[in-house]
């Protein structure tokens, strides 16, 4: 998605430890004709794969998954990365280690919220090493939904999460995927419309 990729040139900022800030307009203050345009996005790549519910992580896959949302006109689920006392009755749980924040976590979601009936569409900001992805695919394998579709904002190409996902069977769009990032800048890979 071109729209994303001039976006993160111009605002994006790579830190050391491969780490690109993106939370001018992404995951923290966020632009929402932006992420308007990503859920179109999403939509056009997903709509004919039977979605009836959108899962994602807290808490920056949030806006992204309800932006979608609106579009495919389908309710969100997100797991949270605490038990909180409000979550009543039984829960999946899946540890997931959190590269960003440096320590693992379990998160959970309410088993009500996903049965083997729905067909989900997975969504987040980024995919790097994939292990945020492989908890919410764990919660989707206890549940025994069906995952229809991934699709991540920013993928770190250069990183194996990606690789595995595909590699594995899964219907992954990364809208924009950063083959390499150095603190001169970053470049991506090209990819069909």
């Known amino acids: 998605m071109k729209l ?3 976006r993160i040139l111009q605002e994006g900022q790579v830190r050391p430890g491969n780490v ?3 939370d001018c307009f992404l995951n923290h203050q966020l632009d929402v004709e932006l992420l308007d345009q990503i859920g179109v996005e999403f939509h056009r790549i997903f709509k004919d794969d039977g979605i009836n519910k959108i899962l994602t992580i807290e808490a920056s ?3 992204i998954a309800c932006m979608t949302a609106r579009h495919f006109n389908v309710p969100v689920v997100f797991a949270k990365k605490a038990k909180s006392k409000n979550i009543d009755g039984d ?3 899946s540890k997931v280690h959190s590269y960003t924040y440096g320590r693992d976590y379990d998160i959970t979601l309410a088993k009500k919220f996903l049965t083997p009936s729905d067909k989900v569409l997975i ?3 980024f995919l790097a090493n994939g292990k945020a992805m492989k908890g ?3 919660i989707c ?3 025994g939904c069906t995952v229809g579709g991934i699709g991540i904002c920013i993928e770190k190409g250069f990183q194996p999460g990606g690789d595995e996902l595909r590699a594995a069977g899964y219907k992954l769009a990364s809208l924009a995927i950063v083959s390499e990032m150095s603190d001169t800048g ?5 990819q069909e419309d």
């Open 141 to 143: 394998k206890q549940s």
């Open 186 to 190: 970053l470049t991506f890979r090209e």
């Open 91 to 93: 829960v999946y749980t």
């Open 136 to 138: 919410l695919l764990d």
């Open 123 to 125: 969504l987040d900001d």
């Open 20 to 22: 690109l800030k993106v």
């Open 4 to 6: 994303l990729e001039q």
């Open 61 to 63: 896959g949030i806006a």
